[in-house]
């Protein structure tokens, strides 16, 4: 299996925008989110992804296949380090998922960015809870900090650590 993680150029916004369609299904399951009046999810961040530069999109391949994808951001709510970076939104397709390429793409993109990360977990969401905790602990060998948090705007927990 040849896993890849690429830069998402703009001209494949329309497949990153489908990706995103099933993300958001995939996520609805922790969030309750409904789809609009034409059956769409929508996504409204996507565009800024070619537009600031403190933003990136990733596509994960897996044998030339599209797999998910990786959107990386600057947004950090537990460090004040300005070249710290944040997991925005991370997906993996059903299809791979418990084939290491989830494990692979994190570590990969952590690895393409030497500063501090942040990742935040909602706690509904039990399978991203253990796959974060799981691989953050690997890479880091168990040199993390973890954050939770419970209020209106956030019920979660967020890891802070510093790329290898």
């Known amino acids: 299996m040849n896993i890849e993680v690429i830069p998402a150029e703009k001209l494949q916004k329309s497949v990153l925008r489908q990706l995103m369609e099933l993300y958001c ?20 961040h996507l565009d800024v992804y070619w537009s600031e530069k403190t933003k990136h999109p990733f596509f994960i391949k897996v044998d030339g296949n599209f797999a998910g994808f990786i959107l990386v951001s600057k947004s950090c ?3 004040t380090n300005e070249k710290a970076h944040s997991i925005a939104q991370f997906f993996v397709m059903r299809k791979y998922r418990g084939n290491n390429v989830g494990n692979f793409a994190a570590k990969y993109i952590f690895d393409l960015f030497k500063e501090e990360w942040e990742v935040r977990v909602i706690h509904t969401n039990k399978p991203a809870l253990l796959f974060w905790h799981k691989v953050i602990e690997e890479y880091t060998n168990d040199s993390f900090t973890l954050h939770s948090e419970l209020n209106s ?12």
């Open 77 to 79: 709510k537990y460090t």
């Open 153 to 164: 705007e956030w019920d979660g927990i967020g890891y802070t650590f510093y790329s290898r």
């Open 25 to 44: 299904y995939d996520f609805s399951e922790y969030t309750n989110a409904d789809v609009d009046k034409h059956g769409f999810y929508g996504y409204s």
